[in-house]
């Protein structure tokens, strides 16, 4: 297993590389000069030349690449054009609260999810099921910011449950105020949660109808331990891998909901980057975010190889 | 990237064969009626909003500033004393032509690298593509259509090729394994036996056999673009104003969520409506 898991992060360099090449050429492969992009079509060549060198944009596309991944690999990203900070600096502020934002996501959509999509995979068809039905496709057809802003009229404005300034994010830690992650989270565990119930729903019909429940029952062991012992947990383990494998659909989530809502995460960092024309924050926020999946995908997978003792790793 | 896919009851259908049976199964099932009633509509709505919108989009009218559903304004009225119910049936145009113009240019794109990467497999060519798609499929997608649009610039057109970026691995794979299974099957032998040349043998004889699956994931990869375009317009990436876009419409009106609701949630009705009709029509096609 540890062959395994060692060959496993050894793959993972090659795609992180590539990724990076891709984040790389989507700034430099496209036609037009960035340097006339950031300051305008009537800005002057003198500027347009300063700022090219600025950004070494005179360089041949080899050398800028080169370069580009050596101070990559040193952990330096270039420097914000508007805040005049290392890229890196504003990553390792922002960081945190893009993971607390996303944990708790993950955690709602879990306390959502697993209850309900158990239950509407052991009782199909009941009003668990319609339940699961619901949710999900209101996950699948609605955007995410549509979510956001129909739970922000609720709470707000016709329940009266939270005040607007209560849930207004002022950059604080999740446990420090904790109700200025709660209606984000839940916005976003929505789109998780509906597809989540689905695979257990079907994992847990599959488990439900197996011989060895069957045995469990016909020992006279009570319905409800055989749901929870046996039944559950053994659709965990692919709910858990299905949850990570959504990581990416998580982050696209984080960039409209950290705008919605103000969190200056790292999905605010490239929606502020790109209206600012900041060139270097974006590229390096996109890279960041994801050397993030990459990386949750590596311990998904080596999670996966530590729990079910069944699969051999080639 | 996950396609949109309405979750489903397990109800089987019984198989069939001939196309006026297979029709009419079709419409047996009460939510593909729904799904096609739906997309119809909106497609309707969408050509025709020239004649059927009962304002023009942009016009204005200061002494209506956010007047409230009536007769005259069925959606009510923005800040800008414009009717909300013109501006969203001609947001139609651009949520539709972007996400139908993106899934079918992620179609072709990916059908044609799924192609070469199969055909040549295992050759460097396929290694490239392959391992250039599989980078595209770990970048967040949403976060990859924002990056390109803004390198490309803010615009429609430009929204539409972000979009079918993040849709074109999806096909190149799906495309390139049926590739895999049909290359070495006699009659693309017998072609090459023939004397054709690879275009020939590529497009003539493998192409056909394995466009169906690429397709179906066409049909359903519809709504999740309609979704990805609205995120697009909402962070002001999409179509520019003074051009009604859905997503803009919420974003652009998001202080009056308390004063004047439907400014927000009839647009986003609208949304909601077209994936959920053009998703079943997906589905119930893909069930056949």
Do not use: C
Request: proline residues 6%.
């Amino acid at each position: 297993m540890v062959q395994y898991l060692v060959r496993r992060i050894l793959l993972s360099i090659p795609t992180a590389l590539l990724v990076a090449t891709i984040v790389f050429s989507l700034v430099h492969l496209v036609p037009g000069n960035p340097a006339v992009v950031i300051l305008g079509v009537q800005a002057s060549p003198q500027d347009v030349r300063t700022l090219d060198q600025q950004l070494h944009l005179n360089l041949p596309l080899w050398r800028q690449y080169i370069d580009w991944l050596g101070q990559l690999m040193q952990g330096n990203l270039g420097s914000s054009m508007i805040f005049k900070e290392p890229v890196t600096a504003l990553l390792v502020q922002s960081l945190p609260r893009t993971v607390e934002l996303s944990l708790v996501a993950l955690v709602l959509a879990g306390a959502i999810g697993i209850p309900i999509g158990v239950l509407a995979g052991y009782r199909p068809h009941s009003i668990w099921d319609r339940l699961s039905l619901g949710l999900s496709t209101m996950g699948v057809v609605l955007p995410g910011f549509v979510i956001a802003l129909l739970f922000i009229y609720l709470f707000t404005y016709k329940l009266h449950w939270l005040a607007i300034a209560g849930i207004a994010h002022t950059g604080t830690a999740v446990w420090v105020n904790p109700l200025a992650y709660s209606v984000p989270g839940l916005t976003l565990a929505i789109g998780l949660a509906g597809p989540l119930m689905r695979v257990l729903r079907g994992e847990v019909m599959a488990v439900a109808s197996s011989d060895y429940t069957r045995t469990m029952r016909m020992m006279g062991i009570s319905e409800r331990r055989v749901l929870w012992k046996w039944v559950f947990k053994n659709a965990l383990i692919p709910a858990i891998t299905f949850l990570g494998t959504q990581l990416g659909l998580l982050m696209g989530g984080v960039v409209i909901i950290e705008n919605i809502f103000s969190i200056p995460g790292m999905g605010n960092l490239i929606v502020t980057g790109i209206f600012n024309k900041d060139y270097p924050v974006v590229q390096g926020a996109v890279l960041a975010m994801a050397f993030m999946v990459i990386v949750v995908n590596l311990l998904v997978d080596a999670m996966y190889a530590v729990i079910d003792p069944r699969i051999s790793y080639r | 990237m996950a396609t949109a896919r309405l979750p489903q009851s397990d109800e089987t259908h019984n198989a069939g064969y001939g196309p006026q049976r297979a029709v009419r199964q079709f419409f047996h099932r009460p939510m593909n009626v729904v799904g096609v009633v739906l997309t119809v509509g909106i497609l309707t709505l969408g050509l025709g909003a020239r004649w059927i919108a009962p304002y023009q989009p942009d016009a204005a009218n200061f002494s209506l500033s956010l007047a409230l559903p009536s007769i005259h304004h069925w959606l009510g009225t923005d800040a800008l004393g414009r009717d909300v119910l013109s501006r969203i049936i001609y947001g139609t145009n651009s949520s539709l032509l972007a996400s139908f113009g993106a899934v079918l240019l992620a179609f072709v794109g990916g059908s044609v690298i799924g192609l070469v990467a199969g055909y040549w497999h295992n050759s460097l060519i396929d290694e490239i593509l392959m391992r250039i798609m599989d980078a595209i499929l770990v970048l967040p997608p949403l976060v990859l259509a924002v990056a390109l649009t803004f390198v490309l610039g803010p615009g429609l057109a430009n929204a539409v090729v972000a979009i079918a970026v993040i849709f074109s691995p999806q096909f190149a794979r799906v495309v390139r394994s049926k590739v895999l299974t049909v290359r070495t099957l006699p009659f693309v032998e017998a072609a090459r036996a023939a004397g054709s040349g690879h275009g020939r043998i590529l497009f003539r004889h493998v192409l056909p056999s394995v466009v169906q699956p690429a397709i179906a994931l066409a049909t359903l990869n519809i709504g999740s673009a309609i979704i990805v375009q609205a995120s697009l317009a909402y962070l002001g990436l999409g179509l520019q104003p003074p051009n009604p876009s859905w997503g803009f419409m919420v974003s652009s009106n998001i202080n009056y969520l308390s004063q004047a609701p439907w400014l927000i949630f009839g647009p986003s009705i609208a949304i909601a409506l077209s994936v959920f009709g053009i998703t079943l029509v997906g589905q119930g096609l893909q069930g056949q």
